[in-house]
């Protein structure tokens, strides 16, 4: 049955920003990435479709990173696929056109690994939604940021991050007060997991997370994702944000601030809050 649908995602998208460089404000058009889930679904003869996992990724090329995937998760071989197809389920809601794929395989799988999940604002992840996301969390705290402490804060966090100074592979996430002092800074490999010790350190400590959550890389969907939970306010981040990033930022009414250095930051959500 061939699709109807018309929708396909593009590697970018348009926003509204407001710049701050030298002091002095500019509001304009930007783009930033666009990050949505793809679901990965495989089929075998006597195996009716069936999802494996989700994963964030900026649209194109859907077909190669679905097989790509499962070969070195070694679901399957290169040999045995056979071909890949975006799903056309009528169940599929707009949001989810050109997000789901379905990799047929001329063999029974190797293994099928439990189906892994991503949270999403697609409905592929079903009860894992932004909408669940902003459910389970209360409404941040409402700060404001000095401009001037917005800008000083990459170069603060760079002041605790020994571990990137030494390899220059590591990333780092700091919570941080208002007034620019920084609480703790921790560092990972992973960005995902630098995020988690920061916060974990004060959840083992039973000490309230501060309001302001600084990185030295880019915003990805599962960060804020983060941030929402534990109930932070800010993001300042070295890098620049996703498309899905800046949705949930501006959904739970997070200050978002990309591109933060020397004297030039891009605010791409509370834009009110930056006090200049």
Request: charged share 20%.
């Amino acid at each position: 049955m061939s699709s109807t649908k018309s929708r396909r995602p593009g590697p970018s998208v348009r926003t509204r920003v407001a710049e701050f460089r030298d002091g002095a404000r500019l509001d304009h058009e930007d783009r930033v990435a666009t990050e949505e889930p793809l679901e990965i679904r495989v089929s075998a003869p006597g195996l009716p479709a069936q999802r494996v996992a989700v994963t964030m990724r900026t649209p194109g090329h859907d077909f190669e990173l679905a097989a790509g995937w499962l070969v070195h998760e070694r679901v399957t071989t290169p040999a045995d696929v056979r071909a890949v197809r975006y799903c056309t389920d009528e169940s599929l809601g707009d949001l989810e056109e050109f997000n789901v794929v379905t990799v047929d395989l001329a063999a029974p799988p190797l293994s099928l690994p439990t189906a892994r999940l991503v949270n999403s604002a697609c409905g592929v992840c079903g009860t894992d939604s932004v909408q669940d996301v902003l459910a389970s969390a209360p409404p941040p705290p409402e700060v404001t940021l000095d401009l001037a402490t917005l800008l000083a804060l990459p170069d603060r966090l760079g002041e605790h991050q020994p571990g990137f100074g030494r390899t220059g592979g590591l990333h780092a996430a700091g919570l941080f007060g208002v007034d620019g002092v920084p609480v703790v800074v921790r560092e990972d490999v992973g960005r995902h997991n630098a995020v988690d010790k920061a916060v974990g350190s004060r959840i083992l400590s039973g000490s309230p997370v501060p309001p302001v959550l600084v990185l030295s890389g880019r915003v990805g969907f599962e960060l804020v994702q983060k941030a929402v939970v534990s109930g932070l306010s800010a993001i300042v981040a070295v890098g620049a944000p996703t498309s899905l990033a800046l949705s949930l930022a501006q959904d739970a009414g997070l200050l978002l601030a990309g591109f933060t250095r020397g004297q030039r930051c891009v605010v791409y959500a509370g834009t009110d809050r930056v006090v200049h």
